[in-house]
């Protein structure tokens, strides 16, 4: 098997193919981490780096291309031409993982605080369970590595486009808005497919837990032909099954049983949290986790490191860390859970961006705007008419100081960038981590 790509997907489909017994070669157009090599090497697994040869990967029975290749590669449109069977790493973990069960969850915005809060959820209630994927270690790792009963496992769309029998017996999808349209030629219907075929194997024993408040969702539901039994949450009508809002109460409807709760009971705020929640709660019932394990677990979940983070409150100012929100719909989100005035933070490589779907959200609740990135003019052309307060910088260190100038007692200082974060920072956690510096140093 050629493993194209060595990074944690990568090396943890390697060794998950090496211990099955396949010939395993990796191959890496730039460089391998010292970490992986040494990994590598020590299961006696060749690979290259710095390049491809050519010839080697198109002489492959199949290949495992990691997740961030897109099909535009010169090698991949080879591969294809010649039919050579190109599968993504979530794939090959499948075909090992035995009896295991599996909860995939994919979408645009909430699928990492979903993903977690499904684990915490499931490990309160006693299964024996891993948290893999996008977030952390690679499915085919912990397969390989330590397998358990079951996995809990954030997919992304690019994971799901190289899929052929990968089947969760439980699939989440949290919602559909524009994100990464450069890999699906600018159609955002390509993208819309791709989140779907988290579903396309699924039987009637299955479940599909999805968002029927969300639009897109909404409307392409029935373009596909899905065989699993349907499970929606929404915040506008009750429901027979599945789970929904009423006057601040929580119904989750499983089967016969029924959980409620108080939003006021919920650990994590805001109307996003409340439908991550709600999804979280009902895989959760899916895998048997008893209903008062399931209160309890949601009582108790902390929010994640640059989701918004509490970080502190310094002369009444409260500093939050949403270094996680790299596109506007996970910025608006944010914005509308935001109950004092606001100081917000922007900025960063842009993936072209429309905020024009922040702006009712930004008059409403900001009162200055801090950019922090190399090019701010398309921020500028979009609020300049409605925030008078808008200042450019080149750091965290300098952004923290600048919001802390505007920010009165009572308001919050938001960093919920709605960019990528490579102009300024290593990655979105560096920024996070800048930031979080910074405000501990004011």
């Known amino acids: 098997m050629l493993i194209l790509g060595a990074g944690e997907s990568g090396i943890g489909a390697a060794l998950l193919a090496k211990q099955q017994g396949y010939d395993v070669f990796v191959s890496d157009g730039g460089s391998i981490k010292q970490a992986y090599k040494e990994e590598l090497e020590h299961?006696?697994?060749?690979?290259?780096?710095g390049g491809h040869t050519e010839a080697l990967i198109l002489s492959a029975t199949e290949v495992m291309k990691s997740p961030g290749i897109p099909e535009t590669h010169a090698l991949v449109k080879q591969l294809r031409e010649k039919g050579i069977p190109v599968i993504s790493e979530i794939e090959l973990a499948y075909r090992y993982k035995g009896n295991s069960r599996i909860i995939g969850i994919t979408g645009t915005n909430g699928?990492?605080?979903t993903t977690s809060l499904i684990y915490h959820i499931c490990k309160h209630g006693g299964a024996d369970c891993a948290l893999?994927?996008?977030?952390?270690?690679?499915?085919?790792?912990?397969?390989?590595?330590?397998?358990?009963?079951?996995y809990v496992v954030e997919i992304s769309?690019?994971?799901?486009?190289?899929?052929?029998?990968?089947?969760?017996?439980?699939?989440?999808?949290?919602?559909?808005?524009?994100?990464?349209?450069?890999?699906?030629?600018?159609?955002?219907?390509?993208?819309i497919s791709s989140k779907f075929r988290i579903v396309m194997n699924q039987q009637e024993e299955d479940v599909f837990i999805y968002n029927i408040d969300d639009e897109v969702t909404a409307n392409n539901i029935n373009r596909y032909p899905i065989k699993s039994t349907l499970y929606p949450i929404t915040m506008s009508k009750e429901l027979p099954k599945g789970a929904y809002m009423r006057n601040a109460e929580l119904h989750?409807?499983?089967?016969?049983?029924?959980?409620?709760?108080?939003?006021?009971?919920?650990?994590?705020?805001?109307?996003?949290?409340?439908?991550?929640?709600?999804?979280?709660?009902?895989?959760?019932?899916?895998?048997?986790?008893?209903?008062?394990?399931?209160?309890?677990?949601?009582?108790?979940?902390?929010?994640?490191?640059?989701?918004?983070e509490p970080v502190a409150t310094i002369r009444g100012v409260e500093f939050i860390n949403d270094s996680k929100g790299t596109n506007v719909n996970s910025t608006w989100f944010a914005l509308e859970s935001m109950e004092k005035p606001v100081i917000l933070i922007l900025g960063g490589v842009d993936k072209g961006n429309d905020y024009s779907i922040l702006k009712n959200l930004v008059k409403e609740k900001v009162k200055a705007i801090v950019c922090m990135g190399l090019d701010n003019r398309k921020i500028h052309e979009a609020f300049g008419d409605v925030v008078a307060l808008?200042?450019?910088t080149?750091?965290?260190?300098?952004?923290?100081?600048?919001?802390f100038h505007f920010a009165d007692k009572g308001d919050v200082v938001l960093l919920s960038p709605a960019c990528a974060s490579f102009d300024l920072f290593k990655n979105y956690e560096d920024r996070g981590n800048q930031f979080k510096k910074a405000v501990k140093e004011l």
């Open 157 to 191: 769309s690019f994971q799901l486009d190289d899929i052929h029998q990968f089947r969760p017996d439980v699939a989440v999808l949290t919602n559909i808005t524009e994100d990464h349209l450069d890999r699906y030629d600018y159609k955002m219907e390509h993208y």
């Open 43 to 49: 299961h006696q697994i060749a690979y290259e780096a």
């Open 111 to 113: 699928k990492t605080t």
């Open 132 to 150: 893999v994927g996008n977030i952390g270690y690679s499915f085919a790792r912990q397969v390989a590595v330590a397998p358990k009963a079951l």
């Open 394 to 403: 080149t750091s965290a260190e300098e952004a923290v100081k600048s919001a």
């Open 390 to 392: 808008m200042v450019n």
């Open 252 to 308: 989750l409807k499983w089967k016969t049983e029924e959980v409620q709760m108080n939003i006021k009971d919920f650990a994590i705020k805001g109307k996003h949290n409340y439908y991550n929640s709600m999804a979280a709660g009902l895989a959760a019932a899916a895998v048997e986790i008893k209903k008062e394990r399931i209160r309890e677990a949601l009582q108790t979940f902390q929010s994640l490191e640059h989701r918004m």
